[in-house]
């Protein structure tokens, strides 16, 4: 239980990266999702970026997990993975810019991600 527990805060905290651009730009990263997806049935080519196709495809893993009766250890991994490369880009973005919104944001999940990771080497699923 306590792995899809940590899974579904995995999901949680990926939704709230945060960025800022141009002078009065700044969305979440669920508000991001949530305008993407409405693109998709008029320009389905609009989510073929790495930085938006390995996230959403670590979440879509995360969530095939929380499903699963028993969460797959190779699976979190992938979905850590995907969504860390985005989660590793705004926390430079956010230490490179010294703007501590957008490096704090990353830090729920960075953190989750190392429990995560400390609870799957202790047990024996695959």
């Not at 805060?9 to 999702?33: A, N, P, R, T």
């Not at 993407?36 to 790495?50: M, N």
């Not at 969504?83 to 010294?98: N, R, S």
Request: proline share 5%.
């Amino acid at each position: 239980m306590k792995s899809k527990i940590l899974n579904a805060l995995l999901v949680f905290s990926s939704l709230f990266g945060y960025l800022e651009w141009g002078q009065d730009k700044k969305m979440f990263l669920f508000q991001i999702e949530a305008e993407l997806f409405s693109k998709i049935p008029h320009d389905p080519l609009a989510i073929l970026h790495p930085f938006i196709l390995f996230p959403l495809i670590g979440q879509i893993l995360l969530i095939i997990t929380l499903i699963k009766k028993n969460p797959s250890k190779l699976l979190t991994y992938i979905g850590i993975a995907g969504i860390g490369i985005l989660m590793a880009l705004l926390l430079l973005i956010g230490c490179l810019g010294k703007n501590l919104m957008i490096a704090s944001s990353v830090i729920p999940f960075l953190a989750i991600s190392f429990l995560a990771i400390m609870h799957y080497r202790k047990i024996k699923i695959s």
